[in-house]
């Protein structure tokens, strides 16, 4: 009859111990944590200075969610290179495996650094390349070192509570 009672008070002294304790997820809408510099993000960057439109990417994809249409022309006078005139992926099927940032030969795609882009409708999940902009997005540095140096380092969630 002694030990009636005695788990009962081990339980909520765990429990109240735990209760004043400050969580480490209530912070994160004001406080974000820097993501690794090699992440793989929920988008593609494209850089259209590159880019010669020769659709390796998109042969590449598994998922076949690269779309290109390009028309010759010479850009910057290289006849090698064809006018882009449609990139879109459709990142609501993408599995961001990165084979077609692998695949381009001239470096024109990056995958980016962004992960939490969420969307209402599905129609928006599409991204032209007008919002895949290397001058409007932030490139990772998967598959590109030369990047990663210049990206900040991982705060990780042991630094933020030392603090």
């Avoid at 009962?8 to 820097?34: A, C, D, H, W």
């Amino acid at each position: 009859m002694n030990n009636y009672g005695k788990g009962i008070i081990k339980g909520m002294r765990v429990t109240l111990k735990n209760l004043f304790r400050p969580s480490p997820t209530t912070q994160y809408p004001e406080q974000k944590l820097t993501t690794s510099r090699r992440i793989r993000g929920t988008e593609l960057v494209w850089d259209g200075e590159k880019c010669t439109g020769c659709a390796t990417c998109a042969r590449s994809c598994p998922q076949g969610v690269i779309q290109i249409q390009t028309r010759p022309g010479a850009v910057n006078n290289d006849p090698s290179r064809y006018v882009v005139d449609k990139f879109e992926v459709d990142s609501g099927y993408c599995i961001h495996c990165g084979l077609c940032v692998e695949a381009c030969p001239y470096n024109a795609l990056f995958l980016g650094y962004i992960f939490e882009r969420s969307k209402y409708r599905r129609g928006e999940l599409v991204m032209s390349k007008e919002d895949m902009s290397i001058a409007k997005e932030t490139p990772s540095g998967y598959y590109h070192p030369e990047l990663a140096e210049k990206l900040p380092p991982q705060t990780l969630l042991v630094d933020r509570e030392k603090k």
